[in-house]
């Protein structure tokens, strides 16, 4: 990191840190608060770098007990783990815990953006979202999917022998959601978002300064130049709504623009639109490309978890005629291999956990956890807890033919802010899946398959692959 832009930060946070951490002084969690600003930051980002954060936060946890504070990002914090935790955090009312972005995804997102909202807000929002990303609605999608899925795998996976899985992942997933959420399809429109969505992205995990140059201040302009072309598509999306030249389920965008226009129930401004499809993008599509990448992996590893996926998928695809595009029923059928996806996600979720900011006072466990401190939970603890998941290190995708136990498995999530988009990564993971087995095999061909943190996880070489196409 920039020290000038480190030292900038500090004077900006020092007087706020100072404030938060002289208010309080009785029944504070164990721990200490390190250095000012600085904190525990620069192990915990360390930790993120070379995967170990898992061990980091059983470290923290061996020495400080499931409540401890320690401050991160030039705020104190108070470290939360257990499924006690995950019920107390994610079931929170908006009046004792709020989400907590970091600034610069407000800037970048929008202050609309529903991870900024609360109470009756974050409702109305989440119930407009809800309209489009519920089952019911997605399953008219899974053709649209399936045919990006098909032309993504002749474009660059058919004729080569050698591929790198995570760009190519990435680069699916932000077609499917181009498709659904904008309507924008293959052409040079859809070729300028994706270059705006990556400097975007960057700038999520940047130092929130906007000055010429500044990683920070490049995210802040693709923002804008996004904000000015979905506002463009709006208004075009609108107009063919009403000379009935384009359908209302036709995109995400249709589906809110009809609902906006029947001034149903759940009214929506543009701006919520234009703010709502942005965030959406960046939550859904490296979260699910990161997923399908675990996958490729995994299959190549592991030849009997392989062996029963490509036997499931085989069976669907036999009884299909060429050419004949999955349906939502195929997709019902494939109970093993969305198994496989949830045990992949039990050992490496995309995300560890959760922050958010205390808006008062309150007791956790004989502990204070002051107003305007932050709460990191470490949520995903719970999934290698071998009261919760027997023999934890073992993958066994039969342990999802059983619910797992409440607020136990929480890689999606919980309660209100439970991830939204958990059918719509089902419908692209399973999809995918299906044509990749029944299309080719593999295997790794790097002995460097591991990632580092970003904060979703990021493999080093990117997975390379040897690729074989299966005779049809
Ligand atoms: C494997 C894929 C995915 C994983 C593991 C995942 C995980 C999560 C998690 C853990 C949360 C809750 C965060 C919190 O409470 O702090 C969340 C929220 C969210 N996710 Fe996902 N997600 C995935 C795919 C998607 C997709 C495909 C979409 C959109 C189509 C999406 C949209 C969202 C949105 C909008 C929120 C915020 C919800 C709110 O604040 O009410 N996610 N996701």
Not at 38 to 64: H, N, P, V
């Amino acid at each position: 990191m920039n020290p000038a832009l480190y030292l900038s930060l500090i004077l900006i946070l020092l007087p706020f840190y100072i404030f938060l951490i002289r208010k309080t002084s009785k029944r504070l969690p164990p721990g200490s608060l390190g250095l000012p600003i600085i904190g525990q930051s620069l192990s915990f980002l360390r930790a993120l770098q070379t995967d170990t954060a898992e061990k980091w936060f059983q470290d923290r946890i061996r020495k400080y007990g499931p409540v401890s504070k320690l401050s991160l990002f030039g705020t104190p914090t108070v470290f939360l783990h257990g499924q006690a935790a995950n019920k107390l955090v994610y079931n929170c009312d908006g009046n004792t815990l709020a989400n907590q972005q970091p600034p610069s995804i407000r800037r970048i997102c929008g202050e609309k953006n529903i991870t900024e909202l609360r109470g009756d807000e974050h409702k109305r929002v989440r119930d407009a979202l809800v309209s489009f990303l519920k089952p019911e609605v997605l399953k008219q999608y899974v053709g649209k999917m399936d045919g990006e899925i098909r032309k993504h795998l002749d474009m660059h996976w058919h004729g080569k022998q050698k591929v790198t899985v995570m760009p190519l992942m990435k680069s699916l997933t932000f077609d499917i959601m181009s498709s659904l959420i904008f309507g924008i399809e293959q052409g040079a429109t859809r070729n300028a978002l994706v270059e705006l969505f990556e400097h975007m992205m960057d700038g999520l995990v940047s130092i929130p300064i906007n000055l010429p140059f500044t990683q920070f201040n490049r995210s802040l302009n693709a923002s804008a130049k996004v904000r000015t072309m979905l506002t463009n598509l709006i208004h075009d999306k609108r107009a063919a709504l009403k000379q009935n030249t384009a359908l209302p389920r036709q995109d995400f965008i249709t589906c809110l623009l009809d609902i906006q226009s029947k001034g149903n129930s759940i009214v929506i401004s543009d701006e919520e639109i234009v703010d709502n499809s942005i965030i959406i993008m960046i939550a859904g599509h490296d979260t699910s490309a990161t997923l399908l990448t675990f996958l490729v992996r995994l299959l190549a590893s592991d030849p009997s978890v392989r062996a029963n996926i490509v036997q499931e998928q085989e069976e669907i695809a036999r009884n299909k005629a060429s050419g004949e595009h999955l349906t939502w029923d195929d997709l019902g059928k494939m109970k093993y291999t969305w198994r496989v996806a949830l045990e992949t996600l039990r050992m490496d979720p995309p995300l560890l956990g959760s922050f958010r900011r205390a808006l008062r006072d309150f007791d956790y466990q004989g502990y204070t956890i002051p107003k305007g401190w932050r709460v990191m939970l470490a949520s995903s603890v719970t999934h290698m807890d071998e009261q919760l998941f027997p023999d934890p290190s073992k993958f066994d995708p039969t342990r999802f033919e059983k619910q797992a136990p409440p607020f136990s498995f929480v890689a999606f999530g919980g309660g209100p802010r439970i991830c939204p988009g958990y059918e719509f990564a089902r419908i692209e993971t399973l999809a995918t899946i299906h044509y990749l087995v029944t299309q080719f095999t593999w295997k790794l061909c790097c002995n460097d398959n591991s990632f580092s943190r970003k904060p979703f996880p990021v493999f080093r070489q990117g997975l390379p692959i040897e690729i074989d196409p299966k005779k049809l």
